[in-house]
């Protein structure tokens, strides 16, 4: 039953119930839905608007000038933004902890610092920790002076440090851990992350502050505290990779000023995150070779697109006889929905039945490939690895399969092709739709309609 002075708030949506009950009425989300007290959703403050008042415009009046970046001082780091930070744009990053977030944004306000005036505010560690990092990294404070730091989690207290500082560029590691004293619940709930994240995205779009701000994840690697909070930033990266794996990989989910999807690859070293300027190459270095640098069986380079930049990956499947009677399907990197209909197509349309064999796919170096036009290079390492029958040596595919068994084409194929020869790969199976108009030097096209005209590639190596 409900209580007076009681609401009930759902983390995913931020809607609100007048009492408790298990799925959201909102969104329909499930055990999302936590107790918080009426004077915690919000006074006077959280009712304003993120951005400046205006009275209203035509459009035809107002100015379209081009954004003004701020380099972050790592190039990486830089193309994932879209070409830098954005002034009064609010970034959101999140990641699994110990994944490298906190050193990547020191060693960028290192960077920034002798351009302009920074400030980090850890509500995590102390101004010794923070020191410490930062000479770990080789930062050194002689060189950084207008590199400001600061301990606290109060909001009040940080927003005066900022309107006492002015800073260019503005930390806040982490959101979750901020609190306003205006409210009755306690830091990293609902009503806390959305009224800190409402206040310091107002204060960034009123001053011209770049901000970014660091967020927690949940165990499903979603961007703990409500929905909402990646509706209000401008920008939302998420870190991938291994933590027992020195590659990190940076990726925009949303971007009001760049591409979506893009992908940004760093290597862990003992002075921070380096980044990775030819990643293609770094993937690819010890390629489906064996102990005697001959290739095997069940590797294949797929050309993917991540963003704008076009990327080269070695795609593996290990296909074995089941010794249980439902055979294993098993994805890393890639859509484990997605296997189970290319392995139907590929038995339907090619011949080629797996239903009594375990399958075991994986996109070597730690990336998530979301694309469709991954699905050729499946097939082919599938097929590869059943016959024990290893691909020609500087293969490279690319393509999305239907369910009728076609070669459906993939977007900017002509920037993976280049790419691929670049890299001194020499074939290339690809949509006939795709097919170059102009000869690429260096690299033979060979264009299929059907998947089983793919599969007779592997038949010829």
Known sequence: MSRAGVRFVCSACGGSA????GQCPHCSAWNTLSEVALAALGGPRSRAGLAPAALVTALGDVAATELQRTSSGVDEFDRVLGGGLVDG?????????????????LQSLAAMAGRSRVLYVSGEESVGQVALRARRLGIEAATVPSLQIASEVDLDRIIAAVEHERPRVLVIDSIQTLYSAQLGSAPGSVSQVRECAAVLTRLAKQSGISLILVGHVTKEGALAGPRVLEHMVDTVLYFEGDTHS??????????????????GVF?????????????????LSQHGVDGKGGPVAGSCVLATQEGT????????????????????????????????????????????????????????GGVRIEEPAADLAVLLAVSSSLRDRPLARGLVVFGEIGLAGEVRPAPRGQERLREAAKLGFSRAVIPRANAPRQPIEGLEIVAVDRVEDALGVLRKS
């Open 18 to 21: 007048a009492k408790w009950q």
């Open 89 to 105: 744009g609010v970034v959101l990053i999140g990641g699994d902890p110990g994944i490298g977030k906190s050193t990547l944004l």
């Open 267 to 283: 290597a862990m070293t003992d002075r921070g995150l380096r980044g990775v300027a030819n990643p293609s190459a770094l993937f």
């Open 246 to 263: 020195s590659f990190r990989l940076v990726r925009a989910c949303k971007n009001r000023y760049g591409a979506v999807n893009e992908l």
């Open 309 to 364: 930049r076009p990327l080269l990956v070695e795609i593996q499947a290990l296909v074995d006889a089941a010794h249980v009677p439902n055979p294993r399907r098993l994805c890393v990197g890639l859509e484990p929905q997605r296997l189970a209909m290319l392995l139907a197509v590929l038995s339907r349309h090619a011949g080629v039945a797996t239903f009594d064999q375990d399958v075991f796919v994986n996109a070597v």
